[in-house]
């Protein structure tokens, strides 16, 4: 059986300049940006630097709070906080080893500090599947005998 190499920059499969929310928008707000623009993770910032992630799980978790809370109740007390992020050129790698350890799907991509994109567990599975034969192409599974 061969080893099967995932080289190349997380920049490759990154959404880049993704959509961010600071500490201060309401819940309300996220949960509206998230339907409008059909999107499953944000990442919330803080004088430009990343400070959190909210998840539609995260929202969905809350949805039994009383409207009234969720349109009031700011980001900050219900985002991911220390959340794991990559620099732009860590590998494709990198962002699989890190989303395989967590119980998370999205890892924030920063320039320095700055959030300049987004990568996703499917993200990954695309690239995966759409190199699918370059990467397979020497593996085989083990014969059940």
Do not use: W
Not at 26 to 48: A, C, F, S, W, Y
Not at 123 to 135: G, P, T, V
Request: with cysteine; hydrophobic share 40%.
């Amino acid at each position: 059986m061969s080893v099967i190499e995932i080289t190349g920059s997380v920049s490759l499969i990154m959404t880049k300049q993704p959509l961010c929310v600071t500490k201060n928008h309401t819940l309300d707000d996220v949960r509206n940006l998230m339907e409008q623009k059909n999107i499953r993770h944000i990442p919330v910032i803080d004088d430009g630097k990343l400070v959190g992630i909210l998840s539609k799980t995260d929202l969905e978790k809350l949805s039994l709070l009383d409207k009234s809370v969720s349109q009031s109740m700011s980001t900050e007390h219900f985002m991911t906080k220390g959340v794991h992020a990559l620099q732009q050129d860590d590998s494709i790698k990198d962002a699989a080893e890190l989303l395989s350890l967590g119980s998370y799907h999205a890892l924030p991509v920063l320039d320095g500090e700055m959030v300049v994109g987004i990568v996703t567990s499917t993200d990954l599975i695309d690239f995966l599947l759409n190199h699918h034969k370059y990467l397979f192409r020497n593996y085989s599974l083990p014969s059940i005998d």
